[in-house]
Each structure stands twice: as structure tokens, then as C-alpha cells.
């Protein structure tokens, strides 16, 4: 009797549409995975057309394609002897559905929809498909022509099956089946399926990475079995970032997994597993075992295949691996890192141009591209994907370019340019160009002053009037406008720049122009509309400040790049006001009127919470009581949802961005919410205003009391007494002792 089975799963680098890299994509891993011994093979979710195909799943030819590329793989000599797993859209009685389809030798054994779809957060796919609902249950469903000419067959199950191999029993579930409540694998395992795969497509997140390990355990730990998850990786197409963290997990334990972070496009991962280790851990769980006695069974499609070789006794089983969690900065070291190389590669341009300033965030942007050079680098030296380089040297349109060091990449792909006002301090000019300098980018020092002038020149000529700043007398329009101006002229020579410095330098191409506001600045709407926080993609977009700080001080360290120091410690600012006596007078907190930590913690209860302003206010009460008074709390939150609202509409303009963050305020994709919305939320902050008079009145009442400041007597029964009676927001009296604790709560969060 067989035991010991080989099993593969890939994680692949798809790209929606791009059925033809799609499909040596899918038949590279299925190469590899037979030369790993491996008889059985899963990917990722909608890997022959892209995950992200979004409304293109409206058009009949994105399933005719998927069809073609289907009938290629049945066809193909490398699929012969090994049963795959391949995910693709489906057209059944007239209704799309997301699906797993598996076949072996040129016979399609099982169509296997979506059960449950994803619909929060950046996910849409009820609008493209709908959920399988009939549980445990087969229909027939017809092949297209061009397929039954390939298998021979006009009909195949469709539904809710497993398969029944000579050896053992293989279930489905489909991505976010794993995180539904009523998950699919419960019932499988009950039924005695031993092996349950998912072909997924997970993005990362900061701070995300542990759920899908805990998931995996979690589930095979409850009802024995090995689970084999396939996840997508990287930019296939959109703002998120498929993290590509496939993993074999049997028992509790995971035996292997992909890295979270690669430009590999391919990675196949196999375990070997003991059958036998499955059925004594079950039988082992008393009420396992009571509960599976009296399941109802799925329909099983039986083949006549094994997944264990005849003589498997010398094969070694797989053992149980650590796994290392990567920092939030590490994360954003690679993650964006990563997306950005997806992207150049893709759009077919010349390298990136960054409006570099010399704060934080653009210079996080710039550590990013290099820390990008750097994996590029270390990929063609390892040689482990000669595409790598092949990309990179269409990018430089150099046939014979071999990179000697990320810097010297750098100076290739990233052109940083520092674009200086009259207002702009030497020191930020200095920190830009010394970290130009460390990382090796080609770097550009310009000033603008004339062609602002010439903006307002024409300005002047027509209405005769000349603005100025409020330090200079001007009023508050006025001094907006002029900072204004001088941020969108910035996007402006971005874009002409990007267009035309390789035609300088004597190289096709153009440039992909690159933003850097951080998503708390979008969350507050602190940008100017159309300045530099317009750009063709952000990697920091969906990452918020205090995270860039950090991702700072790590890149000091971690990438010997000793300027990164003077940026950490240099206060934030736009450099758009004049300066004062040649140094700096304007921050960006107190242009604001808030810190960037205020700001995360409003973005995380509008979001995560899904906080108005109301609810926001009774829990920064609590949580912000040793360091603001009630009305102080109350003065930050009106003045964050003012802003938020008057300045929601820059979100509809907002660069597309990696997404990091789970409060992104984006609303193009993550964020769905108006952006017309009434500034001044009267009945908003009416409730606010009546809960602080409440808050006061207490207050007041209890200080006004002698009998606080006296330590309560007990009486015999040990509950404390005490003898006044107070009114509480203009009720009747009542005797303070059932209050006692309640106000001294109170108190305590009123300080």
C-alpha cells in the first residue's frame, strides 16, 4: 500500500491578460516540479488570466483565451503522468464563476467553483463572478469544441467534489474559503479528505504576513491533513502586491514555503508526506473521529492514478520548518522594492524619475529604487532567473550590460532631481545630493524661481494684482496660491524631465515619473492637487509616516548609507513658505495642525474601526486621557474630519500606490467612500459637543464634592459608603455609593 506521497505548489508572477506568459509560466512549474519528484502539482488562483483581469471578466474573450491556453496544457508532453491543478475562469449556464480545474493525461477530472468570494478591501469579485451554492453537489458541464477534440469527452463534473485517487482523497478551497468562517476544509476532513489545496491570490500588507502561516496551522492542526496553499506573487496588474507565501503544511506544522518577497517569477516548493501520519493524527482526535462517523459525503470522482511511487519506503518525509518573520521594515524595503520592479518591466520605460527634496518620504522612495537594484544585483549573480537580466538590459537598451553594483544600476534606471525656490534651505539640497550621491543615481540640481515668477507674471498682467506671502502681509489665499504654484510647476518639470532626460543622455525611452506622499498626507489631504503627489506610481502611497521613519533608520544601517541620518532627524517640511533669516519656518505638524502619530491613530478609527466622528471622539477620550483634556480631544477630531472632508476629493487624482496600509484612504480601489461631503458635520459634531458637556458636568459635580478627597468607610458587608447624594447630568439624585467606581473611572480618564 502506498504511503508516502510528493506533492508540488507554485508560486507564480502572473500577469492579467498575458496569456502567453501565463502559460510558460504554469508549464515551467510543472517542469519543476516533476524534476522534484513531485505527482501531483497546485497553483495560484486565476493563473492562466491574471488574477486582476477585473471587468475584462466581462468580455467573452478573456474566457475563450483562457480556453486556448487550457488546451495547450492538456496537449503538452509535459503534462503527461502528473495530475494538475490549474485555476481559470468559467462560463456555466450563462454565469461566471471562479474556479479550480484539474486534469490528468488529457482528461478533465473535475471543474470545482468558488464557493465564497472575496468582497472587502481591495477585493470586488462578486462583481465578476457569482458563488457556487449548491454544497456537495455535480452537474455536467459541456466542453467547448475545441476541447472535446483534445479529451475526447462532452461533458465533466462541475461542483462540489473531490477527487478519489488510488491512495488517497484530494479536496478544494479556493482562497478566501480559507478565511470564511464556515471554511471548506472542516467538512472535507470530516469526509476523509487527507489532502485539501488552495490556490489563492493573497496580497501582502505590513504586519500581515503571520495570518496566512496561522490560517494554514490553524486548519490542519483542528482536523489533521496537509493543506496546500498557492499564492500569487507580485504586481500582475494593479496596486496591491501578491506576496507569493505558498506553503505545504501537514498536521499543525509547516513543512515549506516560498519567500514573501522575490523577483523570481517562478518558485515551485514539494514536501514529501507520510498518508499514514494524516490518518493516525485523525484517529488520534476522539471527537475528530465521533464527528467524521456522522458526516455526509461529497461526491467523489475516482481515478485510476497514485500519487505514491510502488516502492516508497526510501523516500525521506518532509520535517517542520521555522519560520522567519520579516520587520515592518523589511517588508518595505522589499515589498515596494519588488512592485516597482514588476512595474518598469512591464510598462516597457526606461528607468524612474523622482523629484528628490531631501525630507523622509522622497527620500524613502529613492532607498526603495536602490534597495530594488540591489535585489536585481543579487538575482543575476545568483543566476537564479535569467529573465532578470535579460529585462534589465531591454530597460538600459544595453545588449551586453552586466551591473557591477546597485549603484552603478542606480545610475541607470533612477534620475533624482532637486528642484529648488527661493525658499528651499541648503540644507535639503544638501541631503538630497548626498544621498544622490550614496545610492548613485543621476542627479539633477535646478531651481524654478524663474519660471514661477513667470506664472505670476501672467497672473499680474491680467488682473494687476500681485499676491504675496502672509509673512510679507499677504492673506491666506494669497499665500496658498503661491505655495501652490510652486508645487504643481514641480510636477510639471517632472513630467518634461522624465520625457526628455534619456533623450540627453542619448538613450530611447522614457521615464516612469514617481510620487511620494505617504498615506497619511492623503488621508488628511495635505497635497497640493496635481503637484508632485501626482506622479504614474507611488510606493509609499499606502505607508504611513511613522513606518517611513523607522524604514529610514533601518536602510542607515542595513544599507551603509550614513546621510540617512541627517534626513531622520530633520524636521518635516514642504519648503514652500519663505524662509527666516535662511533657515526653515515652516513644518508640516504645524501647517497641519496635527502629528503625523495623531494621524495614523485617525486613520486606523475612520478605517479599521469604521469610526465617524462621533464614535471616534468617545475613544480617543479614553485612550488619549494622560495626554489631552475631553475638549482638547475634541478640538483634534473636528478638525481632522474638517479637513479630511474638504480635501477629500484629491483621493479621486490619487497616484495608484502600493498598498501597505489598511486604513489607505484611496478610494479608486480600497476606499469607498463620497468625496463630496459636508465640511462643518453639524450633527456630528453636535453629539460630540453634548457628550463634552456631559463629560464637564461630571467633572465638575465630582470636584465640586468634599467627600471625594475622604477615604470612603465600608460598611459591615464591605461595600463602600458614602452618604451624599449628587445629581448626574440633571436626573433626579441618587445615593453616590452604586456611583462610586463609576465616577472615579471617570476621573481618572478626565485628567
Known sequence: MGRKVTIASATLNQWALDFEGNLDRILQSILEAKEMGAAFRTGPELEICGYNCEDHFFESDTYLHSWEVLGELLTAPLCKDILIDVGMPIMHKNVAYNCRLIFLNKKILLIRPKKTLAGGGNYREGRWFAPWKKDKTTEDFYLPRMISKITGQKVVPIGDAVISTLDT???????????????????????????????????????????????????????????????LRGCDGGRVYFEGTSSITLNGDILSRTRQFSLDEVEVITATIDLEDIRCYRNSIRSYAYQASGSSSYPRISIDFSL????????????????????????????????????????????FFLPLSGGIDSSSTAVIVYSMCRLILENIQKSRDPKVLADIRRITADAEYNP???QELCNRILVTCYMGTENSSKETKSRASGLAAAIGSYHLNIVIDKAVSACLEIFSTITGLFPKFASNGGCDRQNMALQNIQARLRMVLSYLFAQLVLWARGRPGGLLVLGSANVDEALRGYMTKYDCSSADINPIGGISKTDLRKFISYAKDNFNIPVLGEIYSAPPTAELEPLVQGKIAQTDEQDMGMTYDELSQFGRLRKISNCGPYSMYCKLVQTWTNS????????KVKHFFRCYAINRHKMTVLTPSYHAESYSPDDNRF???????RANWSWQFRAIDKQLEYLNSVKRSSSGSNNLSKKPSKSRTGVTKISRSIPIAG??????????????????NCK
Open 169 to 231: 482523497c484530494i479536496g478544494f478551497e479556493i482562497c478566501e474559503e480559507l478565511w470564511s468562517p464556515d471554511s471548506a476544509h472542516i467538512p472535507l476532513a470530516l469526509d476523509g479528505v487527507e489532502i485539501i489545496c488552495n490556490g489563492s491570490g493573497s496580497h501582502t500588507a505590513l504586519r500581515k504576513n503571520y495570518v496566512l502561516a496561522d490560517l494554514v496551522k490553524t486548519a490542519t492542526m483542528k482536523c489533521g491533513g496537509c493543506y496546500v496553499f498557492s499564492n
Open 308 to 351: 505514491s511511487p510502488e516502492n516508497d519506503f526510501t523516500l525521506p518525509t518532509a520535517q517542520p520548518i521555522d519560520l522567519i518573520s520579516l520587520s515592518p521594515e523589511e517588508e518595505i524595503a522589499l515589498g515596494p522594492a519588488c512592485w516597482l520592479w514588476d512595474y518598469l518591466r512591464r510598462s516597457g520605460q526606461g528607468g
Open 404 to 406: 557591477k553594483s546597485p
Open 628 to 635: 489631552c483634556s475631553p475638549k482638547q480631544v475634541a478640538d
Open 671 to 677: 476606499d469607498l467612500r463620497p468625496f463630496l461631503i
Open 731 to 748: 436626573k433626579k439624585s441618587i445615593r453616590k455609593q452604586h456611583y462610586y467606581f463609576f465616577f472615579r473611572q471617570l476621573l481618572r
